[in-house]
């Protein structure tokens, strides 16, 4: 397939198929063509019905962001279709359960390097052209790192955020576009693992959130 670059203006979110990205992607329609990216096939179908009862239009992409080839491919794929990305929206992150420093489990330790770390050092090259000058790249911030019981959790997203805030820092001149917005605490899946007796009433309601965050992304 040739590039045909289009009018179209394309959201790329990765991890939309709960919690604040899925939220944000429905918010993001009809004004966005969304390419929709997480590994829960059926979040993902259920978020393209509820895109289409806006009459918006999404791209399904069921793929771990890990998977090195399968993100190239589908950054290719794009390329060739639409020639570009106007933004991209980074919420996938892995939440290990809290623990102490000295009893975090290995296999959730390299999954919160995978997903945290590596995968945002591999997507921002990847994405980087697809961006071009003029695109957007919104990342989140949970500032956990440093407390206690958040070792595996907050030590991998402050690093996430240290290489956001650096790409933000070489491209400002330049372009993309790099933000670095703090959602409130919602009642997500993640949340709830972490604070088990929290009143979920409390927190913020994701559609709210993502309203509320989507006047400082677009």
């Known amino acids: 397939m040739t590039n045909t670059t289009t009018s179209e203006k394309i959201a790329l979110v990765t991890g939309a198929s709960r919690g604040l990205g899925a939220a944000l992607a429905e918010a993001l329609t009809p004004a966005y063509h969304v390419v929709a ?35 190239a491919q589908l950054c290719r794929s794009i390329h060739d279709r639409w020639g570009k990305v106007d ?8 939440g290990a359960p809290l623990s102490p420093a000295d009893h975090i489990d290995a296999k959730d330790w ?11 050092g591999q997507l921002i090259p990847f994405l980087k052209p697809l961006l071009g000058d003029t695109g957007h790249a919104v990342f989140f ?19 996430q955020i240290a290489l956001a805030r650096s790409w933000q820092a070489e491209t400002t001149n330049t372009g993309p576009r790099v933000s670095i917005l703090e959602p409130r605490a919602m009642p997500t899946g993640m949340r709830a693992r972490f604070h088990p007796g929290q009143d979920r009433d409390a927190l913020a309601n994701p559609h709210d959130e993502a309203a509320r965050l989507l006047n400082q992304i677009v």
Do not use: C
């Not at 059926?42 to 009459?55: C, P, S, T, V």
């Not at 949970?142 to 690093?159: C, I, L, M, N």
């Open 141 to 159: 911030d949970d500032p956990h790192g440093g407390e206690k019981f958040y070792g595996s959790y907050g030590a991998t997203k402050t690093g």
């Open 87 to 94: 933004l991209w929206v980074h919420t996938a992150i892995h």
């Open 110 to 120: 390299s999954r919160s390097i995978a997903i945290n770390l590596e995968a945002t």
């Open 37 to 71: 990216v997480a590994r829960t096939t059926g979040g993902l179908e259920d978020l393209d019905d509820r895109i289409q009862a806006r009459g918006g239009k999404s791209t399904l992409a069921p793929m771990d962001i890990t998977n090195v080839d399968a993100m």
